[in-house]
């Protein structure tokens, strides 16, 4: 009797699951109401085609723009700042902690959230009774499934495919020209900053996928995640070309930048100092999941072999 009870919750649980998952794969068709599993693993249920959409995350709001959503956005978060239309749409405050007050009162169906650092604050709007999604791409091949997965959600597949698509193509382009350039002709690559505490992208970021997918070798790539490095790593490194992002947070005047740079103590025999191979670029190209990070990837491609 006991073995038959576990297996008849045995054979529920993977049903469940199994249920889940079809759920998704036929939402092409977008059917309403959609059940699908988030960036998470929770499973929600959105009833009707969203009309009211709120963006928690600058990166969400460009996925949302991109996929012609724009006129059903009606909150976003202080940094959003692209497309330019996104600019003049309300503003619900900071990424976090979220004005739970302000989110309330703009009376959305639909919160496309970012997980991270937000992941503690979703369980809040859900008891609110919001239909969250969370997504979290940590690669290009999961960005383009979370555009692809957005795009279902509000009931435009057919535009997330062809984004997807779009996307693919110049993101394949340039993987094939990668192809043909041998290791030796690969650069060496720093990621640098403008403060004098120097955090670099390693193994596991968006940045360090992009520099390798753009035939470049990134110094750090053998450390994990965003670390912090020493001047000495560096120069030991000697990078052939130097990139500074920057963004919102740390503006400068390009030409300042360089010469700061340049300049730096024991760094005048890096091959890119030598040579003046620094880059000063749009951080948000390389840090933000959604679709401009291709036009990253053709920068830096750009940068490395052209």
């Given at each position: 009797?006991?073995i038959?009870?576990?297996?008849?919750?045995?054979?529920?649980?993977?049903?469940l699951?199994?249920?889940?998952?079809?759920?998704?794969?036929?939402?092409?068709?977008?059917?309403?109401?959609?059940?699908?599993?988030?960036?998470?693993?929770s499973?929600?249920?959105?009833?009707?085609?969203?009309?009211?959409?709120?963006?928690?995350?600058?990166?969400?709001?460009?996925?949302?723009f991109?996929?012609?959503?724009?006129?059903?956005?009606?909150?976003?978060?202080?940094?959003?700042?692209?497309?330019?239309?996104?600019?003049?749409?309300?503003?619900?405050?900071?990424?976090?902690?979220?004005?739970?007050?302000?989110?309330?009162?703009?009376?959305?169906?639909?919160?496309?959230?970012?997980?991270?650092?937000?992941?503690?604050?979703?369980?809040?709007?859900r008891?609110?009774?919001?239909?969250?999604?969370?997504?979290?791409?940590?690669?290009?091949?999961?960005?383009?499934?979370?555009?692809?997965?957005?795009?279902?959600?509000c009931?435009?597949?057919?535009?997330?495919?062809?984004?997807?698509?779009?996307?693919?193509?110049?993101?394949?382009?340039?993987?094939?020209?990668?192809?043909?350039?041998?290791?030796?002709?690969?650069?060496?690559?720093?990621?640098?900053?403008?403060?004098?505490?120097?955090?670099t992208?390693?193994?596991?970021?968006?940045?360090?996928?992009?520099?390798?997918?753009?035939?470049?070798?990134?110094?750090?790539?053998?450390?994990?995640?965003?670390?912090?490095?020493?001047?000495?790593?560096?120069?030991?490194?000697?990078?052939?070309?130097?990139?500074?992002?920057?963004?919102?947070?740390?503006?400068?005047?390009?030409?300042?930048?360089?010469e700061?740079?340049?300049?730096?103590?024991?760094?005048?025999?890096?091959?890119?100092?030598?040579?003046?191979s620094?880059?000063?670029?749009?951080?948000?190209l390389?840090?933000?999941?959604?679709?401009?990070?291709?036009?990253?990837?053709?920068?830096?491609?750009?940068?490395?072999?052209?």
């Amino acid at each position: 009797m006991k073995i038959f009870k576990k297996s008849i919750l045995v054979f529920t649980f993977l049903f469940l699951i199994l249920s889940s998952l079809l759920s998704f794969s036929f939402a092409g068709a977008s059917n309403y109401p959609l059940t699908i599993i988030d960036d998470t693993g929770s499973i929600i249920t959105i009833p009707q085609e969203p009309q009211r959409i709120i963006s928690t995350a600058p990166s969400n709001s460009e996925i949302l723009f991109a996929l012609g959503l724009g006129d059903k956005v009606v909150g976003v978060t202080d940094y959003t700042n692209y497309p330019e239309e996104a600019t003049k749409v309300e503003k619900i405050g900071k990424m976090s902690p979220l004005n739970l007050e302000k989110i309330t009162s703009l009376k959305p169906d639909l919160i496309l959230a970012y997980a991270g650092f937000q992941l503690k604050e979703i369980p809040r709007l859900r008891e609110l009774g919001f239909n969250v999604l969370v997504i979290e791409p940590l690669t290009i091949k999961e960005t383009l499934k979370s555009l692809k997965m957005v795009a279902i959600v509000c009931g435009i597949p057919e535009k997330g495919n062809t984004l997807v698509e779009d996307l693919s193509q110049r993101l394949n382009k340039i993987k094939s020209e990668v192809y043909n350039i041998s290791i030796p002709k690969r650069p060496r690559v720093f990621i640098g900053g403008t403060y004098e505490t120097i955090y670099t992208p390693g193994e596991g970021t968006l940045f360090n996928e992009l520099i390798t997918l753009s035939g470049g070798k990134n110094i750090a790539a053998s450390l994990p995640g965003w670390i912090k490095i020493s001047p000495e790593f560096v120069a030991e490194a000697e990078p052939d070309i130097i990139i500074i992002p920057i963004g919102a947070m740390n503006l400068g005047e390009e030409s300042k930048i360089k010469e700061n740079i340049s300049q730096r103590p024991g760094w005048s025999n890096i091959p890119a100092i030598k040579a003046q191979s620094i880059f000063i670029v749009n951080e948000d190209l390389f840090y933000r999941a959604g679709p401009r990070l291709i036009d990253g990837l053709e920068l830096l491609y750009e940068i490395f072999h052209k």
